[in-house]
């Protein structure tokens, strides 16, 4: 076990941090290639049983249960058996009998040998419980200690943003970390709270909503809404009318006077189709018509959104502006690897879009 370990140290050291936009895709006869932003390699003769892929690298595990790694390419052995495993922007890391690991600062790092199984990660934090009863937070290369207890998601109900962390502790405290400081946001737990980026957003005492942004409070006085979605950054919701709003950098801005048909938020970005059949995007504070009719589907990841248009084209808006990615009609789903879309025209093809350029593999 220790030579394993050793070796993986050796083979995530060498990591660098600039994306590859790598994606995976299998040929007609199942064998399994992957696409790293210019160029394709193959992976494996059998189709894999579980992948995720990050920013550099892509953690997977094969038809027989080995799991691997592949960066740079070249596929690395890492275990043979399959952990619980978890890739984000940032993390590269799994859980495997008590062992909780993560890739930091370009090497492989044990943050507990004793790990509980329930645990949370984000782009930024890692969150665990240990056998001893602490709960503990992995934050810019260090262990921060939270609380001398479990969190449980039975009766603390932790949620976790991109680098924030909230909950609500055994005297009924609702604390948030942020940036390596644990603060009590409130003296009592709110009714409901989401956590995102630089963001977390609850009901307040006397329900109305309120936010707890980039270190700073803002108290409103809109009652609590219908519902509502975090974005990075951003909160959108309902009001008592079913008008869609945004708010954002302390203001709330109304982005349709009926509840929408369809509704993507994610990350950076949110998208929707009204009640006439238009599609919107809000993207950066700024809202933008893209279409006159609702996608057939649609996808996004930070700064890129895919949709499928009427015709089954797939157009884009890539970093706020519009891109069209097919010009054929695409055949069945699509795909979204970072800022990578994958896709068929006819069966036993795969095209793959990165950065306004297209490749195609038979």
Same mark, same amino acid.
């Given at each position: ?14 990591? %660098?941090?600039? %994306? ?77 009998? +008590? ?72 005297? +009924? ?23 995102? @980026? ?20 803002? /108290?409103?006085?809109?009652? %609590? ?6 974005? /990075? ?5 309902? $009001?008592?009318?079913? @008008? ?14 009926? @509840? ?48 499928? $248009? ?53």
């Amino acid at each position: 076990m220790k030579r394993c370990f050793l070796f993986t140290v050796l083979v995530f050291s060498c990591i %660098a941090v600039q %994306a590859q936009f790598i994606a995976p895709y299998s040929d007609y006869n199942g064998q399994v290639y992957i696409f790293d932003e210019n160029e394709t390699k193959f992976l494996e003769t059998l189709p894999l049983s579980s992948y995720k892929v990050g920013k550099n690298a892509m953690l997977y595990s094969t038809a027989v249960g080995r799991f691997k790694a592949y960066f740079q390419g070249t596929v690395y052995n890492l275990l043979d058996n399959t952990p619980d495993y978890f890739v984000t922007d940032n993390w590269i890391g799994y859980y495997n009998f +008590g062992n909780l690991s993560v890739l930091y600062n370009n090497k492989f790092k044990v943050l507990d040998r004793l790990a509980q199984t329930e645990y949370w990660y984000s782009d930024s934090l890692v969150v665990w419980k240990s056998t001893l009863g602490q709960t503990h937070v992995f934050y810019n290369g260090q262990t921060y200690d939270i609380e001398q207890w479990e969190l449980t998601k039975e009766k603390n109900d932790p949620r976790i943003g991109d680098n924030t962390f909230a909950y609500v502790d055994q005297s +009924g405290n609702f604390k948030v970390f942020y940036h390596g400081e644990l603060k009590i946001i409130e003296s009592y737990p709110p009714t409901l709270y989401y956590a995102d @980026r630089d963001l977390v957003v609850y009901i307040d005492v006397i329900g109305n909503i309120k936010f707890y942004s980039n270190g700073q409070y803002f /108290e409103t006085n809109i009652p %609590a809404p219908q519902g509502f979605i975090t974005g /990075e950054g951003f909160v959108a919701f309902y $009001d008592q009318q079913s @008008r869609l709003n945004v708010w954002h950098n302390g203001e709330v801005k109304e982005l349709s006077q009926n @509840r929408p048909k369809e509704l993507l938020v994610q990350d950076n970005l949110l998208a929707f189709t009204d009640q006439g059949n238009n599609f919107y995007v809000w993207y950066n504070g700024k809202l933008q018509l893209l279409e006159r009719t609702q996608p057939l589907a649609m996808k996004a990841y930070r700064h890129v959104l895919v949709y499928k $248009d009427q015709y089954a084209r797939l157009h884009g808006l890539y970093y706020g502006q519009p891109v069209q990615i097919s010009k054929d009609i695409v055949s069945g789903d699509f795909f979204l690897f970072n800022e990578t879309v994958r896709y068929s025209l006819l069966q036993g093809q795969t095209w793959l879009w990165c950065k306004g350029k297209t490749f195609n593999y038979y």
